[in-house]
């Protein structure tokens, strides 16, 4: 069965006018015009849909049905037009974020405040380390990401917005918590407890190391801040996590910031999306809020 929508359209004309010539009026088309399309219908559904005793028209059960299906088909399309309207005017829609594990920590917040302004627009937050935050921009599973500074060789649009310093942390009684401009050195003596390999923070500790010549003694690697937030608290060894994933540990003193020569780490995050991404309106919506509520801005 082929129909067009067109000829449903002149097939309710018809029905709700019962006449051919009172249908063609009301479309502004001719009489014949009608009658020919009318004709094409009954064709490709192979069953008659009027029959004319004298001088009046009537739907036959086959027309009776057809104008049920099109009474629905034209429900459906004004709610569609409804939503599109909405759509345009940021009112409905869902916006799909997806942010490094660490985000996590600010992400939830802005999102929740984003949604007091936009209640109808629905929300889906994933959370996940870079390495799987990479993965999920490639199959387009995510309206936008935020995560560290993405890799140049992927074609991405990235807007740095907020810097992201890693630190040392101790429990509020160790020694360390004591001295003032440790020196690196001596901190690369110590055990940490250190993010999982694939995590965007722990690269950059490692090339931080690196980079001063030292390297790593891993005490344990954790998949989440919260875990090594709390090894590092039972005394398990120093740890180094993003300052954004203590303000509650800071506030209780149940963790200490070391103060150590030439830290903290100062990475940035970064607003990203496909370059070829056509971004809804929401999603348009929720970068501007980010970028304008975001006060804490990087330093160069
Ligand atoms: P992650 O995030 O350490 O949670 O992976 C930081 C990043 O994207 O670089």
């Known amino acids: 069965m082929h129909l067009t929508l067109r000829q449903l359209n002149i097939f309710q004309a018809v029905a709700t006018q019962s006449s051919y010539t009172r249908a063609a009026e009301e479309l502004h088309l001719t009489q014949p015009a009608v ?109 936008l990401a935020i995560m560290g500074k993405p890799p140049a060789e992927l074609d991405l649009n990235a807007t740095v917005f907020m810097e992201n310093p890693l630190v040392v942390v101790a429990p509020a009684n160790h020694p360390l918590c004591a001295e003032t401009n440790i020196p690196l050195s001596r901190i690369a003596k110590e055990p940490m407890v250190v993010r999982e390999q694939g995590s965007g923070t722990r690269f950059s500790i490692e090339r931080f190391f690196h980079n001063h010549g030292l390297s790593l003694i891993v005490s344990a690697e954790m998949s989440a801040s919260e875990s090594i937030k709390q090894a590092v608290s039972a005394g398990l060894s120093l740890g180094i996590v993003s300052s954004h994933t203590i303000e509650l540990e800071l506030e209780t003193k149940r963790l200490q910031v070391l103060d150590v020569e030439n830290m903290p780490i100062i990475r940035h995050w970064y607003l990203v999306h496909r370059k070829e991404k056509k971004l809804s309106p929401i999603a348009l919506a929720f970068s501007e809020f980010l970028l304008s509520a975001t006060s804490n801005k990087p330093r160069n």
């Open 35 to 143: 009658s020919m399309q009318i004709k094409q219908l009954e064709d490709n559904i192979g069953l008659a849909l009027f029959e004319q005793l004298g001088k009046s028209l009537f739907l036959t059960e086959a027309g009776q049905e057809l104008l049920g299906y099109c009474e629905r088909i034209s429900e459906q399309l004004r709610d569609a037009e409804d939503v599109f309207d909405s759509m345009k005017e940021l009112t409905r829609g869902k916006l799909n974020i997806t942010v490094a594990s660490t985000a996590n920590y600010f992400a939830a917040r802005l999102l929740a405040s984003f949604s007091q302004e936009h209640p109808d627009v629905k929300l889906s937050l994933k959370v996940t380390n870079r390495e799987h935050l990479l993965k999920d921009i490639k199959i387009n599973g995510c309206d």
